[in-house]
């Protein structure tokens, strides 16, 4: 029984390597003073250099680049180094990124996190919006640990992130240091399936030879 049941679970995780039906993006999002790039992240916009900050970017709205603080926002408070520009999506405004290569997880400095800030992601799956009350209180606060820190989407098993979009009803929805990780290796994913397949080849092999002495 339990080596039929084993090989049933190893015969689900072929499935959902290979072709997952319910995969799902997973929101995280860390308080300060944890900040981006975290540990096998990347940073690839630190919204410093004015001709470049919004490479990538599209269908932007009510935006600003900017450093310090003011009604048009602050800097993350969890963002190193501190007194640098940073992206700031203001009322009513849109920032929709692209990534050049699709990426398994990406994150970023979130700042004084309100409920109107709405961030939606992009996959090869389809998308996924989540709004900043995921993130209590998100009351605004410019100083707080628990409205500054560190946000990180993950991709699911077969998934893989195109880009997401940052929306807000009023000022505002600011970020810095965006870094992402790298896909897996199409190697490393048929390695894994192989892997488990051969596992599974010899669970239903022992079974079948328990099932023939038990004859």
């Given at each position: 029984?339990?080596?039929?049941?084993?090989?049933?679970?190893?015969?689900?995780?072929?499935?959902a390597?290979?072709?997952?039906?319910?995969?799902?993006?997973?929101?995280?999002?860390?308080?300060?003073?944890?900040?981006?790039?975290?540990?096998?992240?990347?940073?690839i916009?630190?919204?410093?250099?004015?001709?470049?900050?919004?490479?990538?970017?599209d269908?932007?709205?009510?935006?600003?680049?900017?450093?310090?603080?003011?009604?048009d926002?602050?800097?993350?408070?969890?963002?190193?180094?501190g007194?640098?520009?940073?992206?700031?999506v203001?009322?009513?405004?849109?920032?929709?990124?692209?990534?050049?290569?699709?990426t398994?997880?990406?994150?970023?400095?979130?700042?004084?996190?309100?409920?109107?800030?709405v961030?939606?992601?992009?996959?090869?799956?389809?998308?996924?919006?989540?709004?900043?009350?995921f993130?209590?209180?998100?009351?605004?606060?410019?100083?707080?640990?628990?409205?500054?820190?560190?946000?990180?989407?993950?991709?699911?098993?077969?998934?893989?992130?195109?880009?997401?979009?940052?929306?807000?009803?009023?000022?505002?929805?600011?970020?810095?240091n965006?870094?992402?990780?790298?896909?897996p290796?199409?190697?490393?994913?048929?390695?894994?399936?192989?892997g488990?397949?051969?596992?599974?080849?010899?669970?239903?092999?022992?079974?079948?030879?328990?099932?023939?002495?038990?004859?």
């Amino acid at each position: 029984m339990k080596r039929t049941l084993l090989a049933a679970a190893l015969a689900s995780a072929v499935t959902a390597v290979a072709a997952p039906a319910s995969a799902a993006v997973t929101f995280v999002f860390t308080p300060g003073p944890a900040y981006s790039p975290g540990p096998g992240f990347v940073l690839i916009n630190d919204f410093n250099d004015a001709g470049t900050a919004l490479d990538g970017f599209d269908a932007t709205s009510n935006i600003v680049l900017q450093a310090g603080s003011n009604t048009d926002g602050a800097q993350p408070g969890n963002s190193q180094p501190g007194d640098t520009q940073y992206l700031s999506v203001l009322t009513g405004g849109t920032a929709t990124y692209t990534f050049t290569d699709p990426t398994a997880a990406f994150q970023f400095d979130w700042g004084s996190a309100d409920q109107y800030n709405v961030l939606t992601i992009y996959t090869n799956l389809g998308s996924y919006t989540k709004g900043g009350a995921f993130i209590p209180p998100a009351n605004g606060d410019q100083g707080a640990n628990a409205t500054n820190g560190l946000f990180t989407a993950w991709a699911g098993p077969g998934e893989v992130i195109t880009g997401f979009k940052l929306y807000s009803a009023h000022n505002s929805f600011e970020i810095d240091n965006l870094a992402v990780k790298a896909v897996p290796e199409p190697g490393t994913w048929a390695l894994m399936i192989m892997g488990f397949a051969g596992l599974g080849a010899v669970m239903r092999r022992r079974r079948d030879q328990s099932v023939m002495q038990a004859a």
